[in-house]
């Protein structure tokens, strides 16, 4: 469920708005190009007293305008700064900002380091991301380090680069190897796994093809006691071997996995116009799958377990791909990059180097993989 941008409660001082010396003063919360020093001393001369705070529960993006805005989101966090501003200020701000036809002007609960506190915020309501204006972003950057905002802001602004950006897949090398035996004849391409409980996970397309996959399938693995094997590719590796040529009498690893397991979830890694936040769950065992829907609990995200709403080429229902082929089947969850925290719109790393989103699939994987029955 998406939070609300306008936030009172008791406990917070209605302060986006004071009198000081008979003179109105607003406090302004910024997080895009009024993050400048140079920019506020042109615009606002009256501005004083840049505090770092955040805004909770909000998403912060380039829009198609190539502009930063804001959208509620729940579990996200934006890192600015609230000025003091006069009057004069804020109106100077509003025509700048183009009230209300670019942005609209509305007050939100900030925190900063004295605690919550009302702050006027400008909002613009188109959300679908966009490439940012020439030299914008950079600004946006430069003053946020002026200001000491952490340092992963910093990083997860920087994502906002479109060099930085998920890339689609070059043409396939009309030499790619069409079976599995012939991608592990590339030294480049290892497989690993280790066997631990009955419950396993699978990444075949790890590595530099379904970036994070690996990463995912080995965290959730070891903090779940489960088993795992994963295929890793090189650096924007270009050939997508077919799960369906996964074939288990080409690798003895696979066979062994395989044969150990009782059933598997299967990571994968998939882009989808208007799905990135979606989750798409198939394979063969469909208890498993609801089995996955109660535990894969991520805030803004939803979890799609009918096979009618999931394209075709990604229900995972094909006998011969790996995930149905331990004695219990299995589970095929497909991740949009938003969700693996590779796109802009993944939201800062954490401390476990992981952004929230990726940190919440992680711990419910874990806790579907404690919580199944053994066969």
């Given amino acids: 469920m998406l939070g609300q941008m306008v936030k009172r409660t008791a406990d917070v001082p209605p302060s986006s708005t004071r009198a000081t010396n008979d003179r109105r003063v607003h406090a302004y919360f910024a997080y895009g190009s009024n993050l400048s020093v140079a920019q506020m001393a042109l615009r606002c001369p009256g501005a004083t007293d ?20 804001v959208e509620p989101f729940d579990g996200s966090q934006v890192h600015g700064v609230v000025w003091q501003i006069s009057d004069e200020d804020l109106a100077t701000l509003d025509r700048a900002e183009g009230v209300p036809v670019r942005y609209r002007r509305d007050r939100a609960v900030v925190i900063t380091d004295d605690g919550p506190t009302e702050a ?3 909002v613009d309501h188109r959300v679908e ?3 940012a204006r020439e030299g914008y972003l950079e600004r946006i950057i430069d003053a946020a380090g002026h200001h000491g905002l952490p340092s992963r802001w910093v990083e997860f602004l920087n994502r906002w680069d479109p060099v930085n950006w998920p890339r689609q897949l070059g ?13 592990l004849a590339d030294p480049d391409v290892t497989e690993s796994s280790v066997l631990r409980s009955t419950f396993g996970f699978l990444a075949i397309h790890g590595g530099g093809l379904e970036k994070m996959t690996d990463v995912i399938a080995d965290r959730a693995a070891a903090e779940a006691d489960a088993s795992v094997y994963v295929v890793r590719h ?28 009782d059933v598997v979830v299967s990571l994968h890694g998939y882009g989808r116009m ?3 936040t979606q989750l798409l769950v198939g394979g063969r065992n469909r208890n498993l799958a609801a089995h996955l829907a109660c535990h894969v609990v991520i805030p803004g995200y939803q979890v799609v377990t009918d096979l009618e709403q999931i394209p075709r080429e990604l229900r995972g229902l094909h006998p011969d791909n790996p995930v149905n082929r ?3 089947g299995g589970a ?3 991740l949009s990059p938003r969700v693996r925290g590779i796109s802009p719109r993944s939201g800062m790393v954490g401390d476990d180097g992981l952004t929230p989103a990726t940190s919440r699939l992680v711990r419910g994987l874990v806790a579907a993989a404690k919580s199944w029955p053994p066969g």
């Fill in 274 to 276: 208007n799905r990135s």
């Fill in 120 to 122: 006027w915020v400008y």
């Fill in 50 to 69: 840049p505090r770092p705070a955040t805004l909770s529960d909000h998403d912060w993006l380039i829009n198609e305008r190539g502009v930063a805005t």
């Fill in 234 to 261: 090189p650096r924007d590796y270009p050939n997508h071997l077919t799960s369906n040529a996964f074939r288990s009498e080409e690798s003895p690893l696979l066979a062994k996995f395989l044969n150990h397991v």
């Fill in 171 to 183: 043409d396939p090398d009309p030499s790619a190897p069409q079976s599995l035996s012939e991608l």
């Fill in 129 to 131: 991301p966009g490439a």
């Fill in 332 to 334: 095929q969850l497909e």
């Fill in 326 to 328: 331990p004695r219990g």
